[in-house]
């Protein structure tokens, strides 16, 4: 790995990070509640996904976190959630007084599938003690409608005691969101600046959650900066092939969406950037069936999701985006965007990849796509780096 392009990445993402505007939020208070459909044995539910206001990343903190992430901006930077702050969260909404939307009858139960993020990890004790964990997956287990939960943890804090801490106490399906990224290690340190260099790390949390009869589900985000758009979608083809190889369970597809204060947001403020295609996720599911012969497997899309938001931090039903919205998603041109939208939404519900391939080609930006997919960049990646983020870094030094 060439530590110099690291640097440069690492010291660019860190100067991002200091224009984030430090916010205030009320820790008792959820950062947003929201309903959305999806795909959960065989028939389409409504999941709810409730986000917690919580500590925030530690790799973001102490790293400046992932080139593609900005979920710190929902972050109290100055005030730490403490287990009490989180058990009253967490109570606000078994008991429903956590949700904004006063017409909506909320009751957990008749969510089948729950999701509890905390814009960071989960079972990072440094983020989410261990009692608060344990809270949460107790009061849970009293709701006997909600048959999964699902978390998300970066792969180092995946071990026996925090897993154990919270499997004891629920007896449901636990799924942990992992954030893979790619396998390629060159990618993942250097475009996602991920800072997990050693992938077994993966495959032994993968292993771990196997143990304690969890499921694993590989994030994997789509096109990061620094690749063009082919090396992008040869990427995730081989991530994905990689990661049903290390038994994942599902695989999240990530294409990379734009929040402000990102190293990707920043790439797109100079022009070094597009957020991926729509028609490359095409591409790339269809790679996976026919490389794999698997005729169906737990592909998501992520982002793409029917949702009605019942609490947010800045009111509900997205008369404002939140400080957690992207203001930029993966597209391909403004007429064909919302249809190919729907179609992903549909896939999401019926994970039938033929709502995708249905899909006529558009005589607008079709062919952009397939010219787009030739540009080819012979450089190496940290010579891209250097070309593109040195000469900033060199007036650092
Ligand atoms: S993607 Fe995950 S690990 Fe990376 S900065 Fe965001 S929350 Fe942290
Ligand atoms: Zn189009």
Same mark, same amino acid.
């Given at each position: 790995m060439n530590e110099v392009a690291k640097n440069i990445v690492e010291t660019k993402i860190k100067k991002l990070r200091s224009g984030t505007p430090i916010k205030e939020f009320n820790n008792n208070k959820l950062a947003e509640v929201e309903i959305n459909k999806f795909f959960y044995n065989g028939s389409m539910i409504d999941r709810v996904m409730v986000v917690l206001r919580a500590n925030g990343c530690e790799h973001y903190k102490t790293n400046g976190g992932c080139s593609m992430c900005a979920h710190y901006n929902g972050t109290s930077i100055n005030n730490i959630v403490t287990d009490r702050n989180y058990k009253k969260q967490w109570d606000s909404v078994l008991d429903g007084t956590g949700i904004e939307k006063?017409?909506?009858?909320? +009751? @957990?139960?008749?969510?089948?599938?729950?999701?509890?993020y905390n814009l960071g990890s989960f079972?990072?004790?440094? &983020?989410?003690?261990? !009692?608060?964990?344990?809270?949460?997956?107790?009061?849970? +287990? !009293?709701?006997?409608?909600?048959?999964?939960?699902? @978390?998300?943890s970066r792969a180092e804090y995946i071990n026996d005691e925090t897993i154990n801490n919270i499997k004891s106490v629920y007896s449901n399906t636990i799924e942990v969101?992992?954030?893979? &990224?790619?396998?390629? +290690?060159?990618?993942? &340190?250097?475009?996602?600046?991920?800072?997990?260099?050693?992938?077994?790390?993966i495959k032994t949390a993968v292993e771990i959650l196997h143990k304690y009869n969890c499921k694993a589900l590989a994030y994997i985000n789509l096109k990061p900066v620094f690749?063009? !758009?082919? !090396?992008?979608?040869?990427?995730?083809?081989q991530t994905c092939l990689d990661c049903i190889e290390m038994g994942f369970d599902a695989i999240s597809i990530e294409p990379t969406s734009l929040q402000e204060h990102s190293l990707a947001n920043y790439m797109y403020e100079i022009g070094e950037y597009r957020v991926p295609w729509l028609w490359s996720i095409r591409d790339i599911l269809n790679e996976v069936y026919k490389k794999t012969g698997l005729q169906s497997y737990d592909f998501r899309i992520g982002g793409y999701f029917d949702e009605e938001v019942l609490s947010g931090s800045q009111g509900v039903g997205f008369e404002g985006k939140n400080e957690l919205f992207p203001h930029l998603t993966s597209s391909n041109c403004s007429i064909c965007t919302p249809n190919?939208?729907?179609?992903?939404?549909?896939?999401?519900?019926?994970?039938?990849?033929?709502?995708?391939?249905?899909?006529?080609?558009? &005589?607008?930006?079709?062919?952009?796509?397939e010219e787009t997919k030739k540009i080819k960049d012979s450089r190496k990646i940290e010579?891209?780096? @250097?070309?593109?983020?040195?000469?900033?870094?060199?007036?650092k030094m």
């Open positions: 006063k017409d909506y009858n909320f +009751n @957990i139960d008749n969510f089948p599938v729950v999701c509890i079972l990072n004790v440094n &983020e989410i003690s261990l !009692e608060a964990a344990k809270y949460i997956f107790s009061k849970l +287990n !009293e709701h006997a409608g909600v048959k999964k939960a699902i @978390i998300e969101g992992i954030g893979v &990224e790619s396998t390629n +290690n060159k990618i993942r &340190e250097l475009c996602h600046h991920k800072g997990l260099d050693d992938l077994k790390i690749l063009t !758009e082919q !090396e992008a979608i040869d990427d995730a083809i190919f939208v729907n179609k992903i939404k549909e896939f999401n519900c019926t994970y039938d990849i033929a709502c995708l391939n249905d899909i006529q080609k558009c &005589e607008h930006c079709y062919s952009i796509w010579q891209r780096i @250097i070309d593109v983020l040195g000469d900033d870094y060199a007036n």
